[in-house]
C-alpha cells in the first residue's frame, strides 16, 4: 500500500535560519507531489507541485524552494526563514490524474521565532 | 472573486444533529468535487469525492454536487463526537486541486 513520510512534525527555527523539510512517498512510482502550507484563516496554499524528477513548479514567489532529487522524494528549503514563513506544512502526493485526489502527510509545524 | 468560497464560520452542533456544510465556486471548468476531514495537527484526509452534479451516500456522509449553480454541500447525519474537525471542500481540473478555507465542526456529546 502506498505511504507517505513527512519529517519532523515540529520544529522551531530563529528567523534568519535555513530550513530543510522532506517527504517521501512509498509503494508507488512516478507520483505528482505537491508542497502545501496552511495558516490559519487562510486555507491551503499550494506552494510548489513536481511532476518528475528534477521538475518543479512555483505557484507563489517566496522566501522557498522545493526539489525532487529522486523519484518519491521531495524537500522544501529555505537559506532564510522569515516571521511569515511559519505555519502548518503538508505534503500530498498523487498518482495520474486526480480522480482519486491527494493523499496527505501528516504535516510539520513550523514556527519561526 | 476567489475560485473556491467557504465560509470558515465554527459550527456547533449537539450529538446525533445533522452537520450541513457548503461551498460554492466561480469556475464552471471544475470537474471533481471532493471533500476531505482534518483533525487537529493532522494532514487532511478524503472523506468523499465525486464528478457529476447530484449525490452521492457513503454511510453518514452525503456529498451533494450544483453543477448549476456551482455550489457542494455536505452533510452528515447523526452526528459524533468523533466527527469534530475541520471539513474542507475541494475542487480540481487538469490534475490541480483548488481547496476551500475549512470549516471548524465540533459535535458536542
Known amino acids: 500500500s502506498q505511504t507517505i513520510h513527512q519529517w519532523p512534525a515540529t520544529l522551531v527555527q530563529p528567523v534568519g535560519s535555513p530550513l530543510s523539510l522532506e517527504c517521501t512517498v512509498e509503494?508507488?512510482?512516478?507520483?505528482?507531489l505537491y508542497w502545501y502550507r496552511q495558516a490559519a484563516g487562510r486555507g491551503l496554499q499550494l506552494l510548489f507541485y513536481?511532476?518528475?524528477?528534477?521538475?518543479i513548479s512555483s505557484e507563489v514567489p517566496q522566501n522557498l524552494s522545493a526539489s525532487r532529487p529522486q523519484d518519491r522524494q521531495f524537500i522544501l528549503s529555505s537559506k532564510k526563514l522569515l516571521l511569515s514563513d511559519s505555519g502548518f506544512y503538508l505534503c500530498?502526493?498523487?498518482?495520474?490524474?486526480?480522480?482519486?485526489?491527494?493523499?496527505f502527510g501528516s504535516g510539520t509545524r513550523l514556527t519561526v521565532v | 472573486q476567489k475560485e473556491v468560497e467557504q465560509d470558515p464560520g465554527p459550527l456547533s452542533v449537539p450529538e446525533g444533529a445533522i452537520v450541513s456544510l457548503n461551498c460554492t465556486y466561480s469556475?464552471?471548468?471544475?470537474?471533481?468535487f471532493m471533500w476531505y476531514r482534518q483533525y487537529s495537527r493532522k494532514g487532511p484526509e478524503l472523506l468523499m469525492y465525486?464528478?457529476?452534479?447530484g449525490n452521492k451516500e457513503d454511510g453518514r456522509f452525503t456529498a451533494q454536487v450544483d453543477k448549476s449553480s456551482k455550489y457542494i454541500s455536505l452533510f452528515i447525519r447523526d452526528s459524533q463526537p468523533s466527527d469534530s474537525a475541520t471539513y474542507l471542500c475541494?475542487?480540481?481540473?487538469?490534475?490541480?486541486?483548488?481547496f476551500g478555507k475549512g470549516n471548524q465542526v465540533v459535535v458536542i456529546p
Open positions: 500530498a502526493w498523487s498518482v495520474g490524474g486526480i480522480d482519486y485526489g491527494y493523499t
Open positions: 509503494g508507488t512510482s512516478n507520483p505528482n
Open positions: 513536481s511532476v518528475g524528477i528534477g521538475q
Open positions: 469556475n464552471s471548468a471544475f470537474q471533481y
Open positions: 465525486t464528478y457529476s452534479s
Open positions: 475541494a475542487m480540481g481540473r487538469n490534475n490541480r486541486l483548488a
